[in-house]
């Protein structure tokens, strides 16, 4: 832009227009050219020839205001004529006070207000060369804000001096037809005018060629925007001449343009895009009180910043609406660009302010509220995963369910512990590689969680029970556990009692308890299945989280094509109508919006009501609201809660499972089941025979599920931990992948909308 005008005031001064075509985009291109190659000579070349420009454009300034003086008084007139000259005040008013806009000879356009801003708002916009060449300056913060303030003021106060002596000086119709009558003015001679104006604006073709290259440079070297790379010089002390190339290469695509009034609009966009950047980014660090950002101006408030960037939008939006909203579409998309392509640099952003703000005020009004309501809860998931001797996941698919959790649109913590102290090196280091493993496992699985990694020598069940009561923060602290079943509890007899311990801890603690046997089979986050099921066990009604479970991992993209899902109700009592249970099951499945398939199976001949019925109601005295019925139903079978005599027809919702009795291998586990079933038959024959009716139904039905859910058997004294797992292998065997699922009676499924 600026070699464009001075190419056209050259040619308007010494009287050169339209001497060949397209004679102004030549020379200018020639110029630009010629500047980028003073540019390339060196920093110090341009910084020696800055004091002569300067010192030329204040001798043109003098002659200037000198001439219009002695004009003024009649002493001198230049090469204008004395009825260019006004004469008397309020003739002046009349011509030269209100706006009379004619058409352009020359473009045929007749301009606006707010056009012509566009064209002039440039000239304006050099304030920030200190700022851009920071680097060698001396003292930056002394020098900037000062020399910035006297370039505003010096600048301001030139544009209001020369408006109105040439406004008052000089009529109507030379300001209109003569756009150089300035030079026509000056004092002694207008070619000190005519040389001025062309080395003012080749002075500052030569500070924008120098600073944008630099910028250009200081952002390749940041690597924050990937397509611009390949300009970051080898050595940051040397002066980039890729960056100045790609600048001259750029502004020579705008000099094809050929005139300064079809240039500078654009230029006045994308230099009020910038001011809007700025303006909005120290508004923000201003507001959001961020400690990193600490103004040396003492004067500065956040609401100036604010002000500005409405100022900056508003003006561009004036100027043009398209080209406003084109350059703020560009900005945007740039922006967002970078935030997804750059790399990622350690000296943060604006944004991470802003989240924060918007997290700790969030957080603050969860808190102010309260305890969450039912119909608002969500899973909050604390998974445990157990680690092998060199810190990788003993069991991938507990990382595969944790990653599948996510469309319960809650938050996943994954949770590991290494035995150790935290001041051994070798154990630290071990920690912060698992940390690193996790991290990259959970985002293969394309979740998005917070992974941690504890360092203590303490008990597994304490270091379980101290995650579940401090992981998060506020009111955001997971409410439902996941740990995986204990493989070696036969060989590890005080590692199955500690786990038994760990559910009866985290039950005390009011927690969700997720128990998941699973197998190396279990379908990734990236797979897709089809024709498969998920089958749903449902025993014991203690709130809704064996049906919303299911739900939840029936919304991720592995299931959500190829998976059905099936409830079995289970039968206790013989006087029950299992038609009857199995209608209003469908219809209370379809009341809270839950597809699934229904059907009935009998265990009325077994113990299973008081193996999976919790009779211990004080976990439940503390809830209140709806939960208060949970105390109420959480020992009540499917058919006691689904009965026509019922009060809680439709109030609440669980399951339960279990499997088979007969020698079957999992994998390469094989389960002597004679001996476990001789350990049951000692406790009680009629667990044993519970247990194997289950697992013998449960093979019958659902021997294809990919995934099998039902409720946690409950054992509420440590001398039956034996018998728990028992219990519980013999449930499960032959079956591959089982969720066992014990609710606090809060995860209660409501039927509004």
């Known amino acids: 832009m600026h070699v464009v005008g001075a190419v056209e005031a050259f040619q308007m001064g010494f009287d050169l227009i339209d001497v060949f075509p397209w004679d ?63 004469a008397h005040a309020e003739s002046l008013h009349d011509e030269n ?80 037809d003569d756009k150089l009558c300035l030079i026509a003015v000056s004092f002694p001679h ?29 952002i390749a070297t940041d ?44 230029v006045s966009m994308f230099v009020l895009m910038m001011y809007c950047g700025i303006n909005i980014s120290c508004f923000l660090v201003g507001y ?23 100022w900056c939008l508003g003006l561009a939006y004036c100027i043009n609406w398209l080209h406003a909203s084109v350059g703020i579409c560009s900005t945007v998309f740039l922006a967002s660009y970078i935030m997804n392509k750059g790399d990622k640099k350690n000296w943060g952003d604006v944004g991470q302010g802003v989240l924060f703000a918007l997290g700790k005020g969030s957080l603050l009004a969860l808190e102010a509220r309260g305890k969450f309501h039912v119909k608002n809860w969500r899973p909050l998931v604390l998974s445990i995963i157990d680690l092998d001797a060199y810190g990788h996941p003993e069991h991938i698919h507990m990382m595969r369910l944790t990653a599948q959790m996510r469309k319960g649109y809650g938050f996943t913590l994954v949770h590991s512990h290494i035995r150790g102290s935290i001041l051994d090196d070798e154990t630290f280091a071990r920690a912060e590689r698992t940390r690193s493993i996790l991290t990259q496992i959970m985002r293969s699985q394309e979740s998005d969680c917070f992974v941690d990694v504890s360092i203590s020598n303490s008990r597994t069940s304490e270091r379980i029970w101290f995650a579940a009561c401090h992981s998060g923060l506020g009111p955001l602290r997971p409410n439902t556990v996941l740990l995986s079943w204990p493989d070696d509890w036969e060989e590890n007899i005080s590692r199955g009692e500690e786990f038994f311990e760990t559910i009866k801890g985290l039950t005390k603690l009011k927690k969700a308890v997720l128990v998941f046997k699973g197998h190396s089979s279990f379908p ?40 059905r899902l099936r409830v079995f109700a289970v039968i206790t009592d013989l006087s029950t109508c299992a038609l009857q249970i199995t209608e209003s099951i469908k219809f209370h499945l379809k009341r809270i919006r839950i597809p699934a398939e229904v059907q009935s199976v009998d265990f009325t001949a077994t113990a299973v009501r008081d193996m999976m019925a919790n009779n211990n109601k004080a976990q439940y005295q503390n809830f209140n609201n709806v939960t208060g019925i949970a105390a109420r139903t959480s020992h009540m079978t499917i058919d006691d809660m689904f009965s026509t005599g019922s009060s809680n027809f439709f109030s609440h919702s669980n399951s339960f499972a279990a499997n088979c009795a007969s020698d079957t291998s999992v994998g390469d586990k094989f389960v002597k089941i004679e001996d476990l079933l001789t350990t049951i038959k000692e406790r009680s024959e009629l667990r044993r025979d519970t ?37 519980t292998e013999v449930m499960c065997n032959g079956i591959k992948n089982v969720l066992f699922v014990r609710g606090t009676g809060e995860e209660v499924i409501t039927t509004y909308a």
Not at 157 to 174: C, D, E, P, V
Not at 537 to 552: A, E, N, T
Not at 703 to 726: G, K, M, Q
Request: contains cysteine; positive net charge.
């Open 190 to 218: 207008p070619l000190i005018v005519k040389i001025g104006i062309i080395m003012s604006s080749l002075g500052a073709s030569l500070q924008s060629l120098l600073t944008s290259s630099r910028i250009l440079a200081a």
């Open 524 to 563: 990734s986050s990236l797979e897709i299945v089809q024709n498969q099921t998920i089958d749903v066990w449902w025993i014991v009604y203690d709130g809704g989280l064996l049906l919303l479970l299911p739900f939840i991992l029936a919304k991720n993209r592995t299931w959500r094509s190829g998976t």
């Open 24 to 86: 102004t985009q030549i020379i200018s291109f020639i110029t630009l050219l010629q500047l980028t190659l003073v540019v390339l000579v060196g920093t110090e070349f341009v910084s020696i020839t800055g004091p002569i420009f300067l010192s030329i454009v204040a001798m043109s300034i003098v002659c200037v205001l000198i001439g219009t003086l002695l004009f003024i008084l009649d002493k001198w007139h230049g090469q204008l004529m004395v009825y260019n000259k006004k």
């Open 691 to 727: 247990v194997a009716h289950f697992n013998r139904m449960v093979r019958i039905y659902s021997s294809e599920a990919s995934l099998i859910l039902t409720n946690l058997p409950v054992f509420e004294n440590s001398a039956d931990s034996l018998d728990f797992f028992a219990c």
């Open 223 to 266: 690597d924050c925007v990937p397509f611009v790379k390949w300009l970051k010089p080898v050595d940051p002390s040397m002066d980039p001449r890729k960056a100045v190339i790609f600048t001259w290469i750029l502004a020579s695509s705008f000099t094809l343009m050929g005139k300064i009034d079809f240039i500078s609009p654009y």
């Open 97 to 176: 006070f209100s706006p009379n806009y004619s058409s352009d000879p020359n473009t045929g356009i007749t301009p606006t207000f707010f056009s012509l801003l566009g064209t002039i708002f440039p000239a304006l916009s050099g304030i920030l060369i200190g700022s851009n060449r920071a680097s060698v300056l001396k003292d930056p913060e002394r020098n900037i804000p000062t020399g910035t303030l006297l370039s505003i003021f010096s600048s301001t106060g030139l544009y209001l001096i020369f408006i109105t002596l040439f406004g008052s000086t000089f009529s109507n119709a030379l300001l209109l």
């Open 288 to 310: 959001l009180k961020a400690p990193g950002f600490r103004p040396s101006f003492r004067y500065f408030h956040y609401g100036t910043s604010f002000l500005g960037f409405v």
